[in-house]
Nanobody
Framework: QVQLVESGGGLVQAGGSLRLSCAASGRTFSSYLMGWFRQAPGKEREYVASIRWNDGITYYAVSVKGRFTISRDNARNTVYLQMNNLKPEDTAVYYC????????????WGQGTQVTVSS
């Protein structure tokens, strides 16, 4: 059973940085795509970034490209989201998610971590 546990959220001023972590357990993730999503109050959940665990290829939403970096540490079974130059519109609950590469749907989710960016 896949378990995903996020950490690292908090309150930061605009222009600041945070690093989110997602500790993954329950299976080998070499054939998985790991993603970060976020949901702001009153808005739908949106895709942020993803990484293929086996080769490290990354993908980003246009809104965060150049500011956020997704990475993974194989030894720690952890996925990171480094967020720089944060903006108030980045305020949201951030969720880690996982799916098999051949799947069309993320079916494993963490509990989320709150990120608040003050202006």
């Amino acid at each position: 059973q896949v378990q995903l546990v996020e950490s690292g959220g908090g309150l930061v001023q605009a222009g600041g940085s945070l690093r989110l972590s997602c500790a993954a357990s329950g299976r080998t993730f070499s054939s998985y795509l790991m993603g970060w999503f976020r949901q702001a109050p009153g808005k739908e959940r949106e895709y942020v970034a993803s990484i293929r665990w086996n080769d490290g290829i990354t993908y980003y939403a246009v809104s965060v490209k150049g500011r956020f970096t997704i990475s993974r540490d194989n030894a720690r079974n952890t996925v990171y989201l480094q967020m720089n130059n944060l903006k108030p519109e980045d305020t949201a609950v951030y969720y880690c998610a996982a799916r098999r590469i051949e799947s069309n749907e993320y079916n494993n989710w963490g509990q989320g971590t709150q990120v608040t960016v003050s202006s």
